[in-house]
């Protein structure tokens, strides 16, 4: 039976996972507007760098929103498959005392961006790096520019894997929304979510304070309630605590306009 061919468009880790899942079945082609692929994955990797939480089930699910939409995904591939993953590429992982899942120590985040690498290439994805998907032809085909020129995309199945808008510096600008728009797609905007919160603190609260961590705190927005830690900032807080009740916050700042 003759291989379909498969399109992805975005080289970050949901690019790379989609790449590596359907190589075996059908003829990959990557496309990445960077000179490499996992660029964020690697910003990521800067800080505690966990690759997934331990978490399961309906607690795993009830940190995503909106709520239900990444159910089923959850489901079939969740963290369990995906810690099975790293280990069949020889990158061990272990479960911290926040439930968050860091790869074993001293395996690096660009060891670990290598061997996906690595194995995509065993597994023939052909690279298509500084390929930048431009728009849509009048055939709605995804269009691409490189040093070249512009292609229309010929695939069985394209994959849009192209990231959100909140790390432009290594590509993920979200500016691909307005392509979609434009050939007439329902676009729900950018949220922020998985960030801080600014809090405007006093001057002297920040000269005083700025940079010390609050260990073993509870913190709780609306029906979420959550126990870590946090950082006061100069601009808020930061930290593990912090992160899960942003879209109750966020929500609730929307109602408030
Ligand atoms: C500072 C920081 C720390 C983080 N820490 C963690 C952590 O510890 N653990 C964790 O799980 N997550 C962490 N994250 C979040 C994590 O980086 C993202 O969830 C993850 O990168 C999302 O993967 P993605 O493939 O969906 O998108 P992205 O990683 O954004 O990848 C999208 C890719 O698409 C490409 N692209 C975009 N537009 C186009 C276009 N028009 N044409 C072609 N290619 C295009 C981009 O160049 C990019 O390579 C962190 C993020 C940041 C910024």
Not at 23 to 39: N, Q, T
Request: one cysteine or more; a neutral charge; proline letters at 5%.
């Amino acid at each position: 039976m003759e291989r379909k061919r498969i399109a992805i468009i975005g080289g970050g880790p949901a690019g790379l996972i989609a790449a590596d899942l359907l190589a075996p079945h059908c003829d990959v082609h990557l496309y990445e507007l960077g000179k490499s692929v996992g660029r964020k994955f690697l910003v990521a990797g800067q800080g505690g760098f966990n690759l997934t939480n331990s978490a399961e089930g309906a607690e795993l699910k009830q940190v995503y929103s909106p709520a239900g939409f990444l159910d089923e995904a959850l489901s079939t591939f969740g963290p369990t498959q995906l810690r099975a993953w790293l280990q069949e590429m020889g990158i061990g992982t272990y479960v911290g005392t926040s439930g968050r899942v860091f790869p074993t120590r001293g395996i690096k985040p660009i060891e670990v961006l290598q061997a996906i690498r690595d194995r995509l290439d065993v597994r023939g994805v052909h690279f298509h790096l500084e390929h930048a998907f431009v728009g849509f032809d009048e055939q709605t085909r995804p269009i691409v520019e490189s040093s070249t020129g512009r292609t229309s995309l010929e695939a069985d199945f394209i994959l849009f894997a192209l990231g959100g808008a909140s790390w432009p510096v290594t590509g993920s600008t979200g500016e691909w929304s307005s392509h979609f728009a434009a050939i007439g797609l329902d676009i729900v905007p950018f949220r922020p979510s998985n960030c801080g919160i600014n809090v405007t603190w006093p001057p002297h609260f920040v000269a005083a304070h700025a940079g010390k961590a609050l260990k073993n705190i509870r913190v709780t927005a609306g029906d979420r309630s959550v126990l870590g830690e946090a950082t006061i900032t100069e601009h808020g807080l930061e930290g593990n605590a912090i992160y899960p009740v942003v879209p109750v916050v966020r929500d609730a700042l929307v109602q408030r306009q």
